[in-house]
């Protein structure tokens, strides 16, 4: 059974930091790419970032290029998402999600992954 479990949200002040983590356990996590997804109230969930299986290629959204880095450690089967001077306008639970196909690129829309994390809330308050 393929689990995945997001840590780290929180509540912060606009432009401070949050480091999210999501762990996984279940699948052989080096094979798969592995994304970043968020939900606002009252929107669709949207693409955050992501990753491919070794790390060698890595793509985020415009909304979030240049202020939120993913990366991945295959020792410790785990995903991560740094957010760099966080808006009001990241507010969202933030999903992580593993790919659907081995050995893939960086893939960005939702049914190209299989498995999703129960998600983590962030806050940002202005």
């Known amino acids: 059974q393929v689990q995945l479990v997001e840590s780290g949200g929180g509540l912060v002040q606009a432009g401070g930091s949050l480091r999210l983590s999501c762990a996984v356990s279940g699948r052989t996590f080096s094979r798969y790419a592995m994304g970043w997804f968020r939900q606002a109230p009252g929107k669709e969930r949207e693409f955050v970032a992501t990753?491919?299986?070794?790390?060698?290629?890595?793509y985020a959204a415009d909304s979030v290029k240049g202020r939120f880095t993913i990366s991945r450690d295959n020792a410790k089967n785990t995903v991560y998402l740094q957010m760099n001077s966080l808006k009001p306008e990241d507010t969202a639970v933030y999903y992580c999600?593993?790919?659907?196909?081995?050995?893939?690129?960086?893939?960005?829309?939702?049914?190209?992954?299989?498995?999703w994390g129960q998600g983590t809330k962030v806050t940002v308050s202005s």
């Open positions: 999600a593993a790919a659907a196909s081995s050995y893939g690129g960086t893939p960005k829309w939702r049914y190209e992954y299989a498995y």
């Open positions: 990753i491919s299986w070794n790390a060698g290629s890595t």
